[in-house]
């Protein structure tokens, strides 16, 4: 559903899940997460949106990654989702809390073959190999499990982003772009409208 320029009925997390496609579509967005690497420096990089629940958006990652570190000493983050398209962008800021092992489990079943044999085969050590070893690599693995792994490595972690705030940009040619800004205050939702 594409959601059209004003407020959404049922608060921003319906407004952003408007945007959004429904978790069992399997074209998912790609989202921007950022975090505060342990260096002091911030850290972003492209991560696939899992799926959306009533308290969040979820992400996956290796156990090993560099994100999983910074969440673990700062779970503070920021998505950004854009729409180029529609002339949309979704900014979300919020704390990453690990979600559980049947979550997990649960959405490692819905990824594609392909991404369930990353999972397993995409390490660091896989990943310093010469290109064809690395292309030998990994059609071995897929000559082992044509329709890739069905359980996650150990290393397969989930995280819910669970908002504070949300920014809803919406651009168009007829009109100056505006951005629709909630902050999660005393229970509720403040909202402000800011220039574009």
């Known amino acids: 559903m594409t959601a059209t320029l004003g407020e959404p009925v049922e608060g921003p997390?319906?407004?952003?899940?408007?945007?959004?496609?429904?978790?069992?579509?399997?074209?998912?967005?790609?989202?921007?997460?950022?975090?505060?690497?342990?260096d002091g420096w911030p850290a972003a990089r492209t991560v696939l949106l899992s799926s959306v629940s009533d308290v969040g958006l979820r992400f996956h990652t290796d156990a090993r990654s560099a994100k999983v570190a910074e969440l673990a000493a700062d779970p503070r983050v920021s998505?950004?989702?854009?729409?180029?398209?529609?002339?949309?962008?979704?900014?979300?800021?919020?704390?990453?809390?690990p979600e559980s092992?049947?979550?997990?489990?649960a959405a490692?079943?819905?990824?594609?073959?392909?991404?369930?044999?990353?999972?397993?085969?995409n390490?660091?050590?896989?990943?310093?190999?010469?290109?064809?070893?690395?292309?030998?690599?990994?059609?071995?693995a897929v000559a082992q499990t044509p329709?890739?792994?069905?359980?996650?490595?150990?290393?397969?972690?989930?995280?819910?982003?669970?908002?504070?705030r949300y920014v809803f940009w919406e651009g168009g040619p007829d009109a100056a772009s505006r951005r629709t800004e909630y902050v999660r205050a005393d229970g509720g939702w403040s909202v402000d409208h800011l220039p574009g």
Do not use: C, K, N
């Not at 990824?111 to 044999?117: C, D, I, K, N, W």
């Open 13 to 38: 997390h319906a407004w952003a899940r408007s945007w959004l496609p429904a978790d069992d579509d399997p074209v998912r967005p790609l989202m921007t997460l950022a975090t505060l690497g342990l």
């Open 79 to 97: 998505l950004v989702i854009a729409f180029p398209e529609r002339a949309q962008q979704l900014v979300v800021q919020g704390d990453a809390v």
């Open 101 to 105: 092992a049947a979550e997990s489990l």
């Open 108 to 121: 490692f079943g819905r990824r594609s073959a392909y991404l369930r044999q990353l999972a397993w085969v």
């Open 123 to 140: 390490d660091p050590e896989h990943a310093r190999l010469p290109p064809a070893d690395r292309q030998r690599a990994w059609a071995t």
């Open 147 to 164: 329709d890739g792994p069905l359980e996650p490595p150990t290393s397969w972690r989930g995280y819910e982003v669970v908002p504070h």
